[in-house]
């Protein structure tokens, strides 16, 4: 997650010429997992601009070290905000699509803002409830200063870090008590929308739930606020996502993981909005790697 906005970052960087802040990663698809070793190559492409935004493809791709024959891992799109002197969204230059494929992204990428929106408002009214039992698992931590960027706050990278770890306690504990429930990965983030800056030194408090399951999935709804640690009840949402895990069986399939059925309102009310998201996510048409990679 971190090579993914190191790498969109310097694109959109290099686009505007000015500091840039993430503002939004969607349909991180992990189409395979990168073994330890590997050689990684993440590319970035510029897809659509807007007065102050900048739409970014980008592609996690592998390879062995002794056959050098890169494969895509990981695509998704990020959105940069670039920001002024002032620190206020400053705007950029427009991107006029030339090739084939520059049309073709630049197509999704507008096709996809109306989902991005819907999705966004769906995860805003949801009743996130603090203490979720079995279910749910919180981190807490002070921002360490060596996560910092150019502009004195924490990297987006970094949150998307934290996010996934966060995540993989939540999947990894609701699996099971047994030593496969360990093996829990993300096969998929999306939604990921970065309202406010997280600060060096703050207190962070990441909230990760489950809120839908299917026979072999565990979705699971996550959301960072931080505070002051003068005013630790004060908290901020900064970020949000909803990501999904799977446990391999170790012959290319995944097991069972336990049900979750919603008692309550508030539950039911999570439930519903999981799977409308899951439904909404589905119609969104994934973007290929050749395509991601065309000239």
């Given at each position: ?113 109306d989902a991005r929106a819907t999705i966004k408002d769906l995860m805003l009214d ?136 919603p008692s309550g309102d508030e539950e039911l009310s999570l439930w519903e909005h999981a799977r409308d ?19």
């Amino acid at each position: 997650m971190e090579w993914i906005d190191k790498a969109g970052y310097a694109c959109a960087v290099g686009w505007s010429g000015s500091y840039c802040v993430t503002a939004y990663v969607g349909n991180v698809l992990h189409r395979r997992p990168i073994a330890p070793g590997s050689l990684v190559e993440a590319h970035a492409r510029l897809i659509h601009t807007g007065r102050t935004s900048m739409h970014v493809l980008v592609t996690v791709s592998s390879a062995d070290v002794s056959t050098r024959e890169f494969r895509a891992a990981t695509t998704c799109i990020l959105i940069f905000v670039a920001k002024g002197s002032d620190g206020r969204p400053a705007a950029v230059r427009p991107w006029v699509p030339r090739s084939r494929s520059d049309k073709k992204l630049a197509s999704v990428a507008v096709d996809h803002i109306d989902a991005r929106a819907t999705i966004k408002d769906l995860m805003l009214d949801d009743v996130f409830a603090g203490k979720a039992g079995a279910r749910g698992r919180t981190l807490r931590f002070l921002v360490p200063p060596g996560v910092v960027n150019w502009g004195g706050n924490a990297h987006g990278g970094t949150v998307m870090r934290w996010i996934d770890e966060a995540a993989y306690v939540c999947a990894a504990s609701w699996a099971g008590e047994d030593e496969a429930a360990s093996d829990a990965v993300a096969v998929y983030s999306g939604g990921i929308h970065f309202f406010a800056p997280v600060r060096i030194g703050e207190l962070v408090e990441i909230n990760a739930q489950i809120v839908y399951t299917s026979t072999h999935s565990m979705h699971i709804s996550i959301r960072v606020h931080t505070a002051d640690p003068r005013r630790p009840d004060e908290m901020t949402l900064t970020t949000q996502c909803l990501s999904v895990f799977v446990v391999p069986d170790g012959d290319g399939g995944t097991r069972p993981v336990p049900q979750w059925t919603p008692s309550g309102d508030e539950e039911l009310s999570l439930w519903e909005h999981a799977r409308d998201i899951v439904q909404l996510r589905e119609r969104i048409v994934p973007i290929s790697a050749s395509l991601a990679r065309e000239d």
